[in-house]
């Protein structure tokens, strides 16, 4: 924290609905702020996965204002985080402005407006002249449009009849447009309209593009955002003690909205002596080495210190290895950087391959501690073991099959409401099977890797697609490749484009009328 008075309010913009699209400018002051303040509306959980250091992150309060300059005259640095440009879409918000004329230092750090996003996402070329036109409460009169080569239009849903009906005086009734809803979500829609065919509906951002831009593409839209091969395919993929984030934004690269639910619980050791020891001895000097194989090992031990009043710095003298981006991951966020990370397989096996040999010309000790769950890991010990170190495992958690997902969440599996289910491991195979059923057969199936799929097939499933290797990327890249085929036969036969969870319920419906 600053000395007091000298902090700052920092206006950092983001995107349309997406967090990913903030800068790196914008991404780096995050990690510097002390407080983070957020709209109401968006999800803590996901701001704290941003990489916000130590940072507090609070909603905007009702006097935003109040909120921000008390922060800052504390001395503390705010960073003031929307989703939006500060100034090409101020909408009457003056909060920037009141904060300055306090007193306070601010900056700001533009993000992308929705008028920049909807015209990358939605593939619109702009060239000449071209007007921006905001619509909301009352359809301004056709003489207070503005004229340019290309209009583009933002407006609610709800006035989109009103919208369409004061353009046909200037285009006509059977004059044509571009529609766009729900732009930069996995549910965006782009298409032709005619004015005299538009109707309501119910999303909040709604856009109409007329003009050059659309006359000269219209025939030949490039529309690459909707023709991901994933795109709007809501996926599940059971999680056991594995960090699934990789996984998600691989999937979300090729249009996937990814669900996770645990499967696996995590809970302290039946007994508290074997991590005492542990502690006292990372304390005390007595390990050379400390081997972190999981996210969970870390916390163990982190919470461990903290009861002793004790942090990181606890571990300075000592030789950090990590496996699994997840476990280095967790290990930054305390201020450690693993001395070694296998750089080939990142698995407990590859960590044995990769380990130093003991040299007890160089090296003052050669004990080893392991932090594991309660499961062996004999292969470990026995690679360190070969190596000439003594290796001593501790259980520092538990791991226990999760409680069951809510009601509506299991019906969803059964009824083939997924269109893809992940499977990363065999135990996420089973584990979900037991806490919430089998996924219908309409749901496209994804193992990554051979054990994995085998689990499924001993479980009835049919398996659709097998990583080429164990990887997310690979399992990813495996699923939007079945889904491109998938596509591709659809039109060769004359078939609809429909994802497997519509074909399900198209045939459920079929099955309905027949029995009527």
């Known amino acids: 924290m600053n000395e007091a008075g000298l902090g700052s309010v920092t206006f950092v913009g983001s995107g349309p609905g997406e967090f990913g699209l903030l800068t790196l400018l914008g991404a780096r002051t995050l990690r510097f702020a002390d407080l983070v303040v957020v709209d109401s509306h968006m999800d803590v959980d996901e701001v704290a996965r941003l990489d916000v250091g130590h940072a507090r992150i609070e909603h905007a309060a009702a006097d935003e204002v109040a909120q921000l300059l008390d922060a800052a005259r504390e001395g503390q640095k705010v960073v003031r985080l929307g989703q939006r440009d500060h100034f090409f879409e101020s909408e009457g918000d003056d909060v920037l402005a009141r904060v300055k004329d306090a007193g306070v230092r601010i900056n700001v750090i533009p993000g992308l407006s929705h008028w920049s996003t909807m015209l990358n996402y939605g593939a619109i070329p702009v060239g000449g002249s071209m007007a921006l036109l905001d619509v909301h409460g009352a359809v301004p009169p056709i003489d207070q449009w503005p004229s340019a080569g290309t209009l583009a239009i933002h407006t609610e849903g709800r006035l989109a009849e009103g919208v369409a009906a004061v353009a046909a005086e200037r285009y006509g009734a059977s004059g044509q447009a571009l529609m766009l809803t729900h732009v930069g979500t996995t549910a965006q829609d782009s298409h032709m309209v005619v004015w005299s065919d538009v109707e309501n509906c119910d999303c909040h951002d709604c856009y109409f593009v007329v003009g050059d831009a659309i006359a000269e593409t219209a025939h030949k839209r490039l529309a690459w955002y909707e023709s991901k091969p994933l795109f709007d395919w809501r996926v599940l993929s059971p999680r056991t003690k594995d960090d699934l ?49 999981s996210p969970y ?19 300075s003298g000592i030789s950090i290895a990590a496996v699994g981006r997840g476990t280095s991951s967790a290990l930054r966020k305390l201020g450690i950087v693993a001395d070694l990370e296998p750089q080939g397989t990142n698995t407990v096996g590859g960590l044995a391959q990769e380990f130093p040999a003991y040299d007890d010309l160089m090296d003052p000790l050669n004990r080893v501690l392991v932090p594991s769950a309660d499961v062996s890991i004999d292969p470990l010990l026995d690679g360190l073991g070969h190596l000439g170190w003594e290796v001593e495992g501790v259980t520092a958690y538990r791991t226990v099959r999760a409680a069951p997902p809510p009601q509506e969440i299991r019906e969803d599996i059964k009824s ?16 979900m099977i037991g806490i919430a059923g089998k996924p219908h057969a309409a749901s496209v199936i994804a193992a990554i890797g051979e054990a994995t799929a085998a689990a499924c097939e001993q479980h009835g499933l049919r398996v659709d697609v097998i990583a080429h290797s164990p990887t997310y990327a690979s399992l990813a890249d495996g699923l939007a490749q079945f889904a491109d085929r998938r596509r591709r036969e659809q039109e060769a036969n004359g078939e609809p484009l429909k994802k497997p969870s519509e074909r399900k319920r198209r045939r459920r419906r079929k099955t309905v009328e027949q029995e009527q």
């Open 416 to 431: 083939g409401m997924y269109d893809a289910v992940v499977f990363t491991s065999a135990s996420s195979v089973r584990n």
């Open 245 to 293: 984030s990789v996984l998600i934004e691989e999937l979300a690269q090729y249009g996937a909205s990814t669900e996770t639910i645990p499967t696996m619980s995590i809970e302290p050791p039946r007994t508290e002596q074997g991590m005492e020891r542990a502690i006292r001895g990372l304390v005390d000097g007595r390990y050379l080495w400390c081997v972190f194989t």
């Open 297 to 315: 090992a870390v916390a163990a031990v982190s919470e461990r210190l903290a009861e002793y009043g004790l942090d990181s710095r606890a571990l």
